[in-house]
């Protein structure tokens, strides 16, 4: 077995070597030579795997880059926009937050909150050990004993079913059969009221899935119940209830402030929007093929005395109103989008800290405590200067002309609510009153037929409208139904209820 010597002179890879010192090698003999020629390999391959690593690092940080890239442009493009609320936007598109280091519960020094003991008590029942649970013994009775009080809803739910007589007589002066009305259930139907409305509350209240409300009563409440026929039913309700809407509509162009914003919907899988205009007192919901002015002269049939509230979109400007209020937290998300999708530079940085300012200062006014009149004129007057100024200003930044543009059209409308009691400066009012409607989206995929669209706006109008009003939806309507049957007119729309304040 032969062996290398290690020659005298060594190079390192990438070095150069000069004729003499491979001469010198060489005289050395064939093992140095041997020897000379291994370790240059070895560095050599140790050198290319290192830069094989290298490369193959370089190509998946390029390859995640452009994955990024590609994912913020579609976003971009399809998902994220300045009037998108934060509620809608799709969770892997927001930025991850530290958790907050509150401790659930009730401040230390406040009173806590629990169950109140039942008022009623349906049966009692004695618990006593015969023996030690421990060693088995015999038991010293004593008279110490512990209440406790569990309330739960009994096994054997079971429907109440009504066998109507109805008898028919003859009556000589109107020469026909009359008959008593039956004021437990809607004519034609064969379910009574807290039945339709229990399972309409649960569908445009709630939020449930049809085959969700079937399996309720079919498995729990042991009434077998139909997807169709409870859809019947409710269109009947809404036919009933149609009155309400209405009075629900003139009372919101009635209203001091108004509240409104849209979404997509679909009816018979074709685009169509859900406008909602809500107040304090009452909410309204209406679907419309178009989202531009037909649909808002719909709904405004007469100039508008109050307040409205609205984000930017440009269908608003149509309005015949008194005063609009801007959202300014619409224009803080436009600001936050440019900051995250477009090329910043210029002046964009400038015209964005100035911007935020000139709002932060307007809010916290609006929030004002313990300012005099006087100081909050001189302060509200320095605001609308500093907004004159703002926009008056020449900006080279395409994104800041364009909000520039924005700001000089809604000049007069960004700070209305510092200037009129009740009206806020953001809609979020609005944005919470859709969101029931954007849940039924989610869960029933908006309606079928244009029957199927006014039974939806009607019923989670008039239950947006109770809940609103503190009245209890169920009662209400088993109560208003009876009372048509009974009396042939419908009674109005309750008002805020007295225990609700």
């Not at 079937?214 to 809404?238: D, I, T």
């Not at 999708?341 to 609006?366: C, N, V």
Request: proline fraction near 4%.
């Amino acid at each position: 077995m032969s062996t290398t010597a290690e020659p005298k002179i060594k190079a390192e890879v990438g070095q150069s070597l000069t004729e003499a010192q491979a001469r010198e090698i060489y005289r050395q003999g064939e093992e140095a030579v041997v020897f000379f020629m291994l370790q240059q390999q070895a560095r050599l391959f140790a050198q290319s795997q290192q830069m094989l690593a290298q490369s193959r690092q370089l190509a998946e940080s390029q390859m995640s880059t452009a994955v990024q890239g590609v994912s913020a442009a579609s976003l971009k493009a399809n998902v994220i926009s300045p009037t998108v609320p934060s509620g809608m936007q799709p969770v892997y598109t927001k930025a991850s937050v530290p958790k907050r280091r509150k401790r659930p519960g009730r401040k230390a020094g406040h009173q806590g909150v629990r169950r109140e003991r039942p008022e009623r008590i349906d049966r009692v029942k004695e618990h006593r050990l015969a023996s030690c649970p421990e060693c088995h013994g015999q038991l010293r009775r004593c008279d110490r004993i512990r209440r406790r009080y569990t309330e739960d809803i009994p096994q054997d739910i079971k429907p109440q079913v009504t066998e109507h007589v109805i008898h028919r007589d003859w009556c000589p002066k109107c020469r026909r059969f009359v008959e008593p009305v039956v004021p437990e259930a809607m004519s034609g139907c064969t379910l009574g009221h807290r039945v339709v409305a229990l399972s309409a509350w649960l569908h445009y209240g709630l939020g449930q899935s049809i085959s969700q409300i079937v399996e309720v009563f079919n498995h729990h409440l042991q009434l077998q119940v139909s997807p169709g026929g409870l859809v019947q039913m409710w269109r009947r309700l809404a036919e009933q209830l149609a009155g309400w809407y209405e009075q629900i509509h003139a009372d919101a162009l009635r209203s001091a402030v108004l509240h409104a914003d849209e979404t997509g919907w679909r009816v018979n899988g074709k685009t169509h929007w859900l406008w909602c205009f809500s107040t304090n007192q009452e909410t309204l919901y209406m679907i419309h093929k178009g989202r531009g002015g037909p649909a808002l002269r719909k709904f405004f049939r007469e100039e508008f005395a109050g307040t409205l509230v609205c984000d930017f979109w440009s269908a608003y400007n149509a309005v015949v109103s008194s005063r609009k209020q801007r959202c300014l937290v619409h224009l803080l998300r436009d600001l936050d989008y440019v900051e995250t999708y477009r090329k910043l530079g210029q002046d964009w940085e400038a015209f964005a800290k100035l911007l935020r300012r000139l709002l932060g200062d307007a809010i916290r006014l609006w929030k004002r405590d313990g300012v005099d009149e006087r100081e909050y004129a001189s302060r509200r007057q320095r605001i609308a200067e500093r907004l004159s100024s703002l926009v008056e200003r020449s900006w080279e930044h395409v994104e800041v002309r364009r909000l520039c543009k924005r700001l000089r059209r809604h000049q007069d409308e960004l700070f209305v609510f510092l200037d009129h009691d009740g009206v806020s400066f953001e809609n979020n009012h609005a944005e919470r009153a859709i969101r029931p409607a954007v849940i039924i989206r989610k869960n029933s995929q908006s309606n079928r037929s244009d029957r199927g669209a006014v039974t939806q706006t009607t019923l989670m109008s008039v239950y947006r409208t109770l809940k609103q009003r503190g009245c209890e939806p169920l009662d209400t309507l088993v109560q208003s139904l009876r009372s048509h049957l009974t009396a042939g007119v419908f009674p109005p729309l309750p008002q805020k209820s007295a225990t609700n304040g």
